[in-house]
């Protein structure tokens, strides 16, 4: 069991693409998204994935998050979550000591670049770089669950913008 405490923020500028260190491309779809939990299966690279994550929008979750043969979650992607998939690439950087993820979205989420970043404590102080916007941790349109059936394309149609 792991506690999983990330703070999660929408990019302001480009000024972060200097400060990369690994880039890797993301493929997930989602088995299930309950009021209790959602149970996603990754591709990240040549690596699979499953994930079980508690429901909520604490900065504060359990994850339990299990390798996974590569053609196995690649037939769940394709058997089990079509219409449900998020693809992305995401960027590592670090900064003042802490490792910082960029996800930069495609297909209907092209356009939204968000970053996370994972903490010890809900209370641990962060330095935020300068390429931050505003903190949208509780906001449930940016839980990856919530954009495989509710894409950010669709958002300005529904009344919502980022």
Known sequence: MADEIERKFLVKSDHWRSEIV??????????????????????????????????????????????????????????????????????????????????????????LVVAEVELASVDEEVALPGWIGIEVSGDPRYLNSNLATAPFNQWKSTGHTA
């Not at 979550?81 to 209907?108: A, L, P, Q």
């Open 22 to 111: 690994r880039t890797r491309f993301i493929k997930q779809g989602y088995l299930a998204d309950t009021d209790e939990c959602s149970i996603r299966v990754r591709v990240s690279g040549q690596d699979g994935y499953i994930s079980v994550k508690s429901a909520g929008l604490d900065i504060a979750r359990k994850e339990y998050e299990y390798p996974i043969p590569l053609s196995d979650a690649d037939d769940m992607l394709a058997r089990f979550c079509s219409g449900n998939k998020i693809e992305k690439t995401r960027y590592h950087i670090e900064h003042m000591g802490h490792e910082w993820e960029v996800d930069v979205f495609e297909g209907d989420n092209q356009g």
